[in-house]
């Protein structure tokens, strides 16, 4: 017992350092969103920015990550981020780097197909949006002037400085005379934002040090001590709290949980739990211990939104449409019943009311115990015969229609 907490503290105090790549990538997304949120406010329409968003290919199987997307009521704006350094070509339709040349895939290219596949998967859910009122950029971070003249003569091309400009020349309202015309909206920027707002996000892991993975985690299971392990659909993000020092021996690990209704709790966690990740870009699973790692921070919850390519859904999104049919299902039951004990009560307490009123009058408020109708069809129902008629009328619409219902009797 004492070699394996030193074993495990020995591996917890192992660094990861960032890597610069990946710094430089987050960097330049960082700057370019900055630039759309002021942009955005100079926007006369409302509008949404959506950053490192993914969207399932529409030509083949996969998914493709969008850097940022800006969207408003009259346009749509999809960048592709680079920041590349050194003088770059054209040759044979890719992009090379003279330092190094490092070839990189044409991003104009890519760029187009990412809002094609984008504009697939919004006509899939009755969002059609118009050619000309959707576009797509290539933003370079550190400016157009390493490109060579046949890249800077791409339109789709341009720098960081001029990305306000075209932020509010595409997703800007028309200008025009106040006694014009104006442009009708040419789609429910309501659904719009509904409909792209479930487009997921990489799943995001920190090691200690430093160093973040980006990819989908594959299989969920948080093994919890003495409990039931949490999977994806319980999980948004996870930070791990663990000593990294002598004080490590004596504490254990525990994990503080974020569920998708932000609601926070904390759960003592495994030691010997794993998180499986396939990185971005690439096929094969990487395994990392919890004994590395800083948190966790989940892109999204279920596969549903697979289902408009896919000819079938996972397992854990089957057994989570499951148990949400399970929920609706129990909630219905318990309104149902509910509804009806409030509408027994209402109905009751009709009843009672008037055989007492009726009981009052036949009886006479004089005190007199002489019953006043002493034949007919409501003699044998004595003094109660006319309240419980009437009430019983009165009931039997409650329990039919509510208790509002005596109002429009």
């Not at 969207?71 to 749509?76: D, M, Q, R, Y």
Request: net charge positive.
């Amino acid at each position: 017992m004492f070699d394996e907490r030193r074993d495990y503290l020995r591996r917890s105090k192992q660094k990861f350092l960032p890597e610069r790549r990946v710094q430089v990538g987050s960097e330049g997304e960082r700057q370019v969103e900055e630039v759309l949120r002021q942009a955005a406010k100079k926007l006369r329409c409302r509008s949404i920015i959506l950053c490192g968003r993914r969207v399932p290919r529409s030509d083949r199987q996969g998914k493709g990550e969008i850097d940022a997307i800006l969207a408003s009521e009259f346009g749509i704006l999809v960048i592709e981020v680079k920041k590349l350094y050194g003088p770059i070509s054209w040759v044979d339709g890719k992009w090379v780097q003279q330092h190094g040349q490092k070839k990189h895939e044409n991003p104009i290219a890519k760029v187009h197909q990412k809002m094609e596949d984008l504009m697939v998967w919004l006509a899939g859910r009755n969002v059609n949006v118009p050619d000309r009122r959707v576009s797509a950029k290539v933003v370079m971070v550190n400016g157009t002037d390493s490109l060579s003249a046949k890249i800077r003569k791409q339109k789709a091309v341009v720098g960081i400085v001029e990305l306000d400009h075209i932020a509010l020349q595409v997703c800007g309202r028309p200008g025009g005379w106040f006694w014009q015309r104006q442009l009708r909206k040419p789609w429910r920027f309501r659904e719009l934002v509904k409909q792209t707002s479930l487009l997921p996000q990489y799943d995001e892991l920190m090691m200690h040090g430093g160093r973040r993975y980006t990819g989908d985690v594959k299989r969920l299971r948080l093994q919890i001590r003495g409990g039931k392990p949490l999977k994806r659909f319980q999980v948004r993000k996870a930070v791990i709290k663990q000593h990294r020092n002598l004080l490590g021996m004596i504490f254990r690990p525990r994990v503080r949980v974020t569920d998708w209704n932000n609601n926070t709790r904390i759960y003592p966690l495994d030691e010997q739990c794993e998180i499986c990740m396939q990185l971005a870009g690439q096929a094969e699973l990487t395994t990392f211990s919890v004994a590395h790692v800083g948190w966790l921070r989940l892109g999204w919850q279920n596969e549903d939104y697979y289902r408009l390519f896919a000819d079938h859904a996972t397992p854990e999104c089957l057994s989570r449409d499951a148990l949400g049919v399970k929920r609706i299902v129990g909630a219905s039951i318990s309104v149902f019943l509910l509804t009806a004990a409030y509408r027994m009560i209402a109905a009751v307490s009709v009843v009672v009311l008037f055989a007492a009123v009726s009981f009052a009058i036949n009886r006479g408020w004089d005190g007199d115990l002489s019953y006043r109708y002493e034949t007919g069809l409501l003699a044998p129902l004595g003094p109660w015969g006319p309240g419980l008629v009437l009430g019983s009328v009165l009931a039997l619409r409650v329990l039919l229609f509510g208790p509002d219902a005596i109002s429009r009797f």
